[in-house]
């Protein structure tokens, strides 16, 4: 107790008086993330930095004294990224939300606290346009987009977060502060370090400003919604598709998810159905439309019971959203172990019809949403948290879908990140080279393991 008496001492001595919370109730805010981690601890102190110097200060602190930070963001990670750690100290970078924008080079200048959202919004008001666009964008910081290497909807077409960070600054486990990259689009000068920071998920230090890529906006999109009676025809409608354009969206959902948004939104998406796809194209002038016509075509070619093509903007963002809620609208049907595997784009159906076999085997009920067009997809496990029964069920399906996944060379996370769910897959999904490889570079730049441990990396001392 003494000694985090004196942590909480030298924090407030050093930072300033609004900074450091140590009320258990006002703490509780900060111990968990949306994947409600169930062992999540009790941390000494929450600190909301507002400043590269402030993290320095908490970092030195925390060094000193060999204890741990849980750097956070929004707290919207589902893998317990950002779980608290008893007598640790929460890093919250929720107050530096600055952005600044320069539209001649076409790039932001970010703090970590700002969201998805805030960066789109200034981007738009220069013409601009940040493409990474997770389903939690209006929520999500930039800072735990860039710690996951987040994707979303767009990312068919456009990429992931990687694809547009160019710089950032990051405190090291030892205080330093250190600038990586910076606002050029061609720089190849040391090892790529600014890639190495991107989707390592607090474990390797505490990034406070980014630089980040736009680009022009986004041409209206045609939007195309399909049906389909069976999920093999479906998942076969995304491989025909993929094989013949790069849609700017190519979503999937199935029947559990169907009904679930159905029922949040009342909108008409026919319950019967094993399958729904959402696809966009925006491309130029008269090509989104021939697009469009070409994926329906296609979608009817795969048995679907229903297509639907629209360019009205309100109708278009209306079966977006649908796709965007879904996780929150199964949510309400119970506790959910919420999984992000992905897989090679021609195992997709295998995957799909894998995980169909497992919900009936297990008596567990998943839903699966999707990125389909880069095969990640979302597995969504419903449980009654008052059947003992049902969760042991759930956990071994769990199990099995990850198994399933990587035995179809696929992965264990395309962008909700390892965290401390999947931590245990980690290092049969790696396997003993590539593990030890991360554990030589994680120990390098965090010999004393203060940085998020438990998280990612299992057994490190």
């Known amino acids: 107790m003494n000694h985090d008496m004196d942590v909480v001492s030298s924090l407030t001595s050093a930072l300033p008086a609004d900074a450091?919370?140590?009320?258990?109730?006002?703490?509780?805010?900060?111990?968990w993330d949306r994947a409600n981690d169930p062992d999540a601890g009790v941390p000494v102190a929450v600190?909301?930095?507002?400043?590269?110097?402030?993290?320095?200060?908490?970092?030195?602190?925390?060094?000193?004294?060999?204890?741990?930070?849980?750097?956070?963001?929004?707290?919207s990670?589902?893998?317990?990224?950002?779980?608290?750690?008893?007598?640790?100290?929460?890093?919250?970078?929720?107050?530096?939300?600055?952005?600044s924008i320069d539209p001649i080079t076409r790039m932001a200048t970010v703090q970590p606290g700002a969201f998805n959202a805030e960066v789109k919004a200034a981007a738009a008001e220069h013409g601009l346009w940040y493409p990474p666009d997770p389903s939690s964008f209006e929520?999500?910081?930039?800072?735990?987009?860039?710690?996951?290497?987040?994707?979303?909807?767009?990312?068919?077409?456009?990429?992931?977060?990687?694809?547009?960070?160019?710089?950032m600054t990051v405190v090291l486990a030892d205080g330093?502060?250190?600038?990586?990259?910076?606002?050029?689009?061609?720089?190849?000068?040391?090892?790529?370090?600014?890639k190495l920071f991107v989707g390592s998920e607090g474990t390797l230090g505490v990034i406070t400003e980014v630089t980040l890529r736009l680009i022009p906006a986004q041409l209206p999109p045609t939007t195309v919604v399909a049906m389909f009676p069976k999920l093999a025809d479906a998942t076969n409608a995304v491989l025909d598709i993929a094989k013949a354009m790069r849609p700017s969206m190519l979503e999937f959902m199935d029947k559990p998810s169907i009904n679930a948004v159905e029922d949040e939104l009342k909108m008409g998406l026919d319950r019967e159905a094993e399958g729904m796809l959402v696809i966009q194209s925006d491309e130029p002038g008269e090509h989104a439309g021939?697009?469009?016509?070409?994926?329906?075509?296609?979608?009817?070619?795969?048995?679907?019971?229903?297509?639907?093509?629209?360019?009205?903007?309100?109708?278009?963002?209306?079966?977006?959203?649908?796709?965007?809620?879904?996780?929150?609208?199964v949510e309400k049907k119970g506790a959910l172990l919420l999984e992000d595997v992905g897989v090679p784009l021609p195992k997709l159906g295998d995957l799909v019809l894998g995980i169909e076999k497992i919900s009936a085997d297990r008596d567990v009920t998943i839903a699966v949403i999707a990125h389909a067009g880069d095969g990640n997809t979302h597995p969504l496990l419903v449980l009654d948290p008052k059947?003992?029964?049902?969760?042991?069920?759930?956990?071994i399906a769990y199990g099995e879908v990850m198994d399933l996944a990587t035995g179809l060379g696929g992965t264990?996370?395309?962008?909700?990140?390892?965290?401390r769910l999947k931590a245990p897959w980690l290092a049969p999904y790696l396997g003993e080279d590539v593990m030890d490889l991360n554990h030589k570079i994680k120990q390098a730049l965090d010999p004393d393991n203060i940085f998020n441990p438990g998280s990612v990396y299992t057994g490190l001392v």
């Open 77 to 99: 990670g589902l893998s317990g990224g950002s779980s608290a750690i008893d007598d640790g100290i929460v890093l919250s970078l929720d107050k530096m939300r600055e952005i």
């Open 139 to 167: 929520f999500c910081s930039i800072g735990g987009n860039i710690a996951t290497n987040a994707g979303g909807l767009c990312c068919v077409k456009y990429g992931v977060t990687t694809d547009y960070v160019l710089g």
């Open 176 to 194: 330093r502060a250190v600038k990586l990259g910076g606002p050029r689009l061609k720089d190849v000068a040391g090892l790529p370090l600014t």
């Open 290 to 329: 021939a697009q469009a016509a070409i994926i329906e075509e296609i979608c009817n070619s795969n048995a679907a019971s229903e297509c639907y093509l629209t360019t009205d903007p309100e109708e278009s963002e209306a079966f977006v959203t649908a796709r965007r809620i879904a996780i929150p609208a």
């Open 20 to 31: 450091v919370i140590t009320d258990p109730d006002s703490m509780d805010a900060y111990r």
């Open 387 to 395: 059947d003992e029964e049902q969760q042991k069920r759930a956990q």
């Open 47 to 75: 600190v909301r930095a507002t400043s590269t110097e402030e993290v320095q200060t908490v970092v030195r602190i925390a060094a000193e004294a060999k204890i741990p930070i849980v750097p956070r963001g929004a707290g």
């Open 412 to 419: 264990i996370t395309g962008e909700h990140g390892v965290g």
